[in-house]
């Protein structure tokens, strides 16, 4: 290949990308940020029930906007990962593998995720 033929510059953001594309890089993502935050809610629950002092200090803790915050996305993400994880087995088994089934299943994937974040955080501006 000549180097005039490459392309001179790839904007990323002009591609379209498939709907199956978006659901596995959006599961890929939520189970990345899932990891990370796994070793924090190991450490609040240790705490949380270690006594009444330190389910003091997480109760204060979980009480600050930014943690309210944090919590909602964590609880969008799980619920994401655990709907795009369940159509992955299932497509895995041959249900839903076909080209059509899939980008259905993707969408609705990526609209239950859409869904329970939107139930999450109305949840805690109650």
Not at 17 to 35: D, E, I, K, N, Q
């Amino acid at each position: 290949m000549r180097s005039l033929d490459r392309p001179k510059f790839l904007n990323l953001f002009q591609l379209s990308y498939p709907p199956g594309a978006l659901a596995s890089v959006a599961h890929r993502a939520t189970g990345v940020l899932l990891a990370i935050a796994t070793p924090i809610g190991a450490y609040a629950f240790t705490r949380s029930v270690a006594g009444p002092e330190g389910f003091a200090e997480i109760a204060r803790w979980s009480s600050s906007v930014p943690v309210r915050v944090a919590l909602v996305v964590l609880v969008a993400a799980f619920a994401y990962h655990l709907v795009a994880g369940i159509r992955h087995l299932l497509m895995d088994f041959g249900i839903g593998a076909s080209l059509a089934a899939g980008r259905r299943s993707a969408w609705a994937a990526i609209a239950a995720g859409i869904l329970i974040f939107i139930v999450a955080a109305a949840a805690q501006l109650r």
